[in-house]
């Protein structure tokens, strides 16, 4: 389940990143579940601190934004875009005639490039670009576990390798330092697949960040910033949600604070400025997850960012300098498919529904630069079936 969709949305789970699924519109399903994974566990005491949450955030209406519908690669009918970078340039992945996934680049000008295989797979993702075009993503195939992949601009492809005792890797974060972030899956821990956060540095070193103790193991990065500063999820082998900032030296900061009234919080990025995206979640009278979307400012203070009119739940993926969040927003019971939304959080926060393409009826947008350009996905939704997704830009 991608974690912006739809009208079938449940609770999310963890997927590992090898996972190879036949029929396209499942496997587009699978490579986005490892954003949001948790079976909700309520009671647990995470040692933050509780806060309340400034009010809900208010709905423009009649805004103006463009939308572009970003193509495939030559035989393929589905694709997505995971991030951007300042010169404009946006990766993601495309299917192809033969049903496989390849990773992508589309430059400003509307032309797409596949980045190419790394050896020995068959399918990859692209998942982020950092300023200088350096990229990171991950490769997979029926018979090899996943691997974090690193693509340099001259097209050199990096096999960013996995720590002692082999399992599988996947990149999700790249700076422009060339520090790249993500899984690894050890192979033999206390449980299978067991998730550790790690930070690949350009001269080859392989990190595993800080864990937490006790029960509460497992963790994976999602996103680091120009001063090595890395946001993710530890917790998650017992299922559950702890949005956790790792110093430079690999070691915990904080746990991001817990708002009154939420059980678990979610980061999924970082800017400069040390503010975090991400979601906070409780249960719902239906015992189902009620998320929604946060930012953290660089002290930890979370902003409640709201959703759309009739709608309980959000998410937020990606932000930039200038307090621009972007993500979806969709109802508790899964009735309405989710819409991709832009938050405005300068001086009180705005809610912006950015649309989809014509004839689609779901998006998400997943990531943002600092010119406001934002990208994501729009889908056609015939029931619970995608049957038309591709990767869009938006842009005033």
């Known amino acids: 389940m991608l974690p912006s969709e739809l009208r079938i949305a449940r609770s999310p789970t963890f997927v590992k990143s090898w996972v190879r699924v036949t029929r396209p519109t499942l496997l587009f399903a699978v490579l986005g579940c490892i954003a949001l994974f948790t079976a909700f566990r309520a009671g647990h005491d995470t040692g933050a601190a509780s806060v309340a949450l400034p009010g809900r955030s208010s709905h423009i209406q009649g805004e103006s934004w463009t939308i572009h519908d970003l193509g495939v690669l030559p035989g393929g ?9 300042e010169r404009g340039q946006i990766v993601g992945y495309s299917d192809v005639v033969d049903g496989s996934y390849h990773a992508v680049r589309w430059e400003p000008d509307g032309s797409i490039t596949d980045l190419g295989m790394p050896p020995g797979l068959t399918d990859a993702v692209a998942e982020a670009i950092n300023g200088l075009g350096q990229i990171a993503g991950r490769g997979w195939s029926p018979t090899l576990a996943g691997r974090a992949v690193r693509w340099d601009p001259d097209g050199t492809i990096v096999d960013l390798g996995v720590p002692a005792n082999g399992g599988s890797t996947d990149a999700r974060g790249i700076n422009d330092l060339g520090q790249v972030v993500g899984v690894w899956n050890e192979p033999n821990p206390p449980r299978p697949n067991f998730p550790r956060a790690v930070r690949w540095d350009p001269d080859g070193t392989v990190s595993i960040l800080g864990d937490l103790s006790g029960p509460r193991l497992g963790a994976i ?44 919080t979610y980061a999924s990025a970082i800017n400069q400025r040390r503010q975090v995206a991400g979601s906070t979640w409780t249960l719902s009278s239906s015992v189902r997850p009620q998320r929604t979307a946060v930012r953290w400012d660089a002290e930890g203070v979370p902003t409640n960012l709201g959703a759309l009119p009739e709608a309980t739940r959000s998410h937020a993926f990606g932000l930039n300098e200038s307090d621009q969040i972007v993500g979806y927003s969709v109802d508790t019971i899964g009735i309405t498919y989710s819409h991709a939304v832009l938050w405005n959080a300068a001086g009180g926060v705005t809610i912006i529904d950015l649309g989809t393409l014509p004839g689609g009826n779901a998006s998400t947008a997943r990531g943002i630069n600092n010119h406001g350009q934002i990208v994501g996905e729009s889908v056609e939704y015939v029931g619970a079936f995608a049957t038309n997704r591709r990767a869009v830009l938006w842009h005033q």
Do not use: C, K, M
Request: avoid cysteine; hydrophobic fraction near 40%.
């Open 221 to 264: 990065a999602l996103g680091i910033s120009n001063a090595s500063h890395v946001v993710g999820v530890s917790g998650i082998a017992q299922g559950d949600e702890y949005g956790t900032l790792w110093d430079s030296d690999g070691s915990i900061s904080r746990l991001l604070p817990l708002p009154h009234g939420y059980f678990y």
């Open 77 to 85: 009918t589905q694709s997505v875009a995971t991030a951007i970078n």
